[in-house]
């Protein structure tokens, strides 16, 4: 909501500032390839809301009877969260999510000329009398009702305006903004969201795609512009090149805006493990917030300025999600890191055999393209304090 006045974004009343709607059981399946099972989208849900997730778009009941089952098993879980159904602006996608005994649905219509014409041959007009009819008949049932403008980064803003009206006329109580193609960077996300915030007294929600790498930007770009629910996935898997990844918004969210979305940091890693793991897809090592080595160090010039002073190069601090820092030794690790990594095996090194235990290090590294387990490391100093204790021992008299 703005500040009518300032046209600004309110201050965020206290506690929970931003609500992220998590879609990975719905937009995250639609990933090519991925298929999660009954058990794992239980699993899944009970996962997302111990996280502190507060809304759940669990699934399509227009896809049919199991999906229809699975959904009704989630809501049967009695979750402390909102679990909303994804159907499309039609009746009996909306039959379909009551039979599958749902509370809340977010119902989608296209928003852009360019998919009203394209997709469906319909109009502006026909686009606002769906909404009305639809979403009041969603609301005459009993179910709180989220609308979703497909294609919005395309539309007209003035016609999304329109649609934000319609939508809160009929008795919607939030509009959801789809980046559906990914083609917004922030500062036209920022722009968009505050055209429609200006307009509208509808709780404003943003669902960001990926397929320029701006998910994440634009999720904050369009909260900071007045958007108050992020729509994400876990990791961000989605469709294409997927959607703004929950674990990096709800940090990003703390720690550049100072704003809390009532996640639980310390649970993200073990959600995003147990997302790729039911997925079958890896998380990558370098994966932002969870993956592996986000809080591993090898150079040696960061790993010299962390031995001393931890804030030289930590902005985020790995506690705070229930990690630490670790040091591995590799090709560009330096003097100060051959010496800690020696003496937590028990083995103090001066500098002269430091140094040539850090030329096996690279030579090493160099030639396997990996790091140097502490087993091998040992071996290499080792090897270099033989070598010193013969270049010490006295040469023997020759005829001896």
Same mark, same amino acid.
């Given at each position: 909501?703005?500040?009518?006045?300032?046209?600004?974004?309110?201050?965020?009343?206290?506690?929970?500032?931003?609500?992220?709607?998590?879609?990975?059981? *719905?937009?995250?399946?639609?990933?090519?390839?991925?298929?999660?099972?009954?058990?794992?989208?239980?699993?899944?849900?009970?996962?997302? +809301?111990? %996280? =502190?997730?507060?809304?759940?778009?669990?699934?399509?009941?227009?896809?049919?009877?199991?999906?229809?089952?699975?959904? !009704?098993?989630?809501?049967?879980?009695?979750?402390?969260?909102?679990?909303?159904?994804?159907?499309?602006?039609?009746?009996?996608? #909306?039959?379909?999510?009551?039979?599958?005994?749902?509370?809340?649905?977010?119902?989608?219509?296209?928003?852009?000329?360019?998919?009203l014409a394209g997709k469906l041959g !319909?109009?502006?007009?026909?686009?606002?009398?769906?909404?009305?009819?639809?979403?009041?008949?969603?609301?005459?049932?009993?179910?709180?009702?989220?609308?979703?403008?497909?294609?919005?980064? /395309?539309?007209?803003?003035?016609?999304?305006?329109?649609? %934000?009206?319609? %939508? @809160?006329?009929?008795?919607?109580?939030?509009? /959801?903004? &789809?980046?559906?193609?990914?083609? #917004?960077?922030?500062?036209?996300?920022?722009?968009?969201? /505050? /055209?429609?915030?200006?307009?509208?007294?509808?709780? #404003?929600?943003?669902?960001?795609? $990926?397929?320029?790498? #701006?998910?994440?930007?634009?999720?904050?770009?369009?909260?900071?512009?007045?958007?108050?629910?992020?729509?994400?996935?876990?990791?961000?898997?989605?469709?294409? &090149?997927?959607?703004?990844?929950?674990?990096?918004?709800?940090?990003?969210?703390?720690?550049?805006?100072?704003?809390?979305? =009532?996640?639980?940091?310390?649970?993200?890693?073990?959600?995003?493990? @147990?997302?790729? &793991?039911?997925?079958? *897809?890896?998380?990558?090592?370098?994966?932002?917030?969870?993956?592996? $080595?986000?809080?591993?160090?090898?150079?040696?010039?960061?790993?010299?300025?962390?031995?001393?002073? *931890?804030?030289?190069?930590? %902005?985020?601090?790995?506690?705070?999600?229930?990690?630490?820092?670790?040091?591995?030794?590799?090709?560009?690790?330096g003097l100060a890191?051959?010496?800690?990594?020696?003496? $937590?095996?028990?083995?103090?090194?001066?500098?002269?055999?430091? *140094?040539? +235990?850090?030329? !096996?290090?690279?030579?090493?590294?160099?030639?396997?393209?990996?790091?140097?387990?502490?087993?091998?490391?040992?071996?290499?100093?080792?090897?270099?304090?033989?070598?010193?204790?013969?270049?010490?021992?006295? &040469?023997?008299?020759?005829?001896?």
């Amino acid at each position: 909501m703005l500040d009518p006045v300032s046209e600004r974004p309110r201050p965020p009343s206290a506690g929970r500032a931003v609500f992220l709607n998590d879609t990975t059981l *719905r937009d995250g399946e639609q990933a090519p390839g991925v298929a999660f099972s009954r058990k794992e989208k239980l699993a899944l849900a009970e996962a997302l +809301v111990a %996280a =502190g997730v507060p809304e759940i778009e669990a699934g399509t009941p227009a896809m049919g009877d199991e999906e229809i089952e699975t959904l !009704r098993s989630i809501a049967s879980l009695k979750l402390p969260a909102r679990i909303a159904a994804w159907c499309r602006m039609s009746e009996n996608d #909306l039959m379909a999510a009551v039979t599958a005994g749902l509370s809340a649905v977010n119902l989608s219509i296209p928003a852009s000329d360019t998919q009203l014409a394209g997709k469906l041959g !319909r109009d502006r007009a026909w686009a606002l009398e769906t909404v009305e009819r639809v979403v009041g008949l969603a609301r005459s049932l009993g179910l709180s009702v989220a609308v979703g403008c497909e294609d919005a980064s /395309r539309a007209d803003p003035d016609f999304l305006c329109r649609l %934000a009206r319609a %939508a @809160q006329k009929a008795g919607a109580f939030r509009l /959801r903004l &789809a980046d559906t193609l990914g083609v #917004l960077d922030p500062f036209s996300t920022h722009a968009l969201v /505050r /055209r429609v915030a200006v307009a509208s007294d509808l709780e #404003l929600e943003f669902h960001a795609h $990926d397929d320029l790498g #701006l998910a994440t930007a634009n999720t904050l770009a369009a909260v900071m512009g007045g958007a108050r629910h992020a729509s994400v996935t876990v990791t961000g898997l989605g469709e294409r &090149a997927g959607n703004a990844p929950l674990e990096e918004v709800a940090i990003a969210l703390r720690q550049t805006a100072r704003l809390e979305c =009532g996640i639980d940091p310390g649970a993200l890693r073990a959600l995003a493990l @147990q997302v790729s &793991a039911a997925a079958g *897809r890896a998380l990558p090592r370098a994966k932002a917030i969870v993956g592996e $080595d986000v809080f591993t160090h090898e150079s040696g010039i960061h790993v010299s300025g962390l031995l001393k002073d *931890r804030s030289t190069y930590e %902005a985020l601090s790995p506690q705070v999600l229930g990690r630490d820092h670790l040091v591995v030794i590799g090709k560009h690790s330096g003097l100060a890191a051959i010496q800690m990594a020696l003496a $937590d095996q028990g083995v103090q090194v001066d500098a002269e055999r430091g *140094r040539a +235990v850090l030329e !096996r290090v690279r030579a090493f590294a160099t030639r396997t393209k990996g790091v140097v387990p502490p087993a091998i490391l040992r071996e290499f100093y080792e090897d270099a304090f033989r070598e010193a204790a013969l270049r010490r021992r006295p &040469a023997r008299p020759v005829g001896a």
